[in-house]
């Protein structure tokens, strides 16, 4: 069966810092993947996207960066980070359902910047 | 651009009772897929039901139901016989067929209580 994996569970970072979090996919191959964003009490906003190795889609101008090294796996990075960084980063991936693709979450990671 | 709309910010509902949350959408592309998601306080994002924009019928998953009315471009969830563990967020998404990578947008959600 296929699980999504994250890591960390939870973060508090300082503002100025790096960051790195990590998706990976178990039990499927040449998945579609996405980093989302959620604000507190808010929807989810769609980060970035990739159809294959080293193949990213941004959909908000922003100091993340994503990547995608492995097939099955998913990381979102950034340099520095800010205040408004802090949420909920949830991953997902795509499977065929025989009429239309659905999307599976992973648990989410939640940071909070500080 | 496509747009998801939920109005109602939070509800609360008696268990054992049924409840409607209520989504619009707006697009331009005739092929498109619904989505309800719930997503309880521990934040994990549970699938509940889709809809196809060429569905005839509305789509029924246990006690989800999807009330597409495609014409008014509404995909209201009813979740019949509430029970405690209905509480959470519900989120309404569409995916436009069209457009690469299979992307949902979301709506804003809706928090349900279920009262004892």
């Known amino acids: 069966s296929q699980t999504i994996h994250q890591w960390p569970a939870t973060l508090v970072q300082p503002v100025g810092s790096p960051l790195s979090l990590e998706c990976t996919v178990e039990g499927t191959s040449n998945p579609n993947l996405y980093w989302y964003r959620q604000a507190a009490g808010r929807g989810l906003q769609l980060l970035f996207y990739?159809?294959?190795?080293?193949?990213i889609s941004s959909e908000v101008p922003q100091n993340l960066s994503a990547s995608r090294p492995q097939d099955r796996q998913f990381i979102l990075s950034s340099k520095k980070l800010l205040l408004s960084d802090s949420g909920f980063y949830l991953c997902?991936?795509?499977?065929?359902?025989?009429?239309?693709?659905?999307?599976?979450f992973g648990p989410g990671t939640r940071l909070t910047v500080l | 651009a496509q747009k998801i709309t939920q109005t109602q910010p939070g509800m609360f509902v008696q268990e054992k009772e049924a409840v409607t949350l209520d989504c619009t959408y707006d697009t331009s592309d005739p092929s498109y897929g619904l989505f309800w998601y719930k997503q309880p306080s521990s934040g994990e994002m549970i699938f509940l039901i889709y809809q196809g924009s060429y569905d005839q019928q509305n789509a029924t998953e246990g006690r989800y139901s999807l009330n597409f009315q495609k014409a008014r471009k509404s995909a209201n969830l009813v979740i019949s016989a509430s029970q405690l563990g209905d509480s959470a967020m519900y989120f309404c998404a569409m995916s436009d067929f069209k457009a690469a990578g299979n992307k949902l947008t979301f709506g804003g959600g809706t928090r349900v209580l279920v009262k004892p």
């Open positions: 990739s159809v294959g190795i080293g193949q």
């Open positions: 997902a991936w795509t499977r065929w359902r025989g009429s239309h693709n659905e999307q599976f």
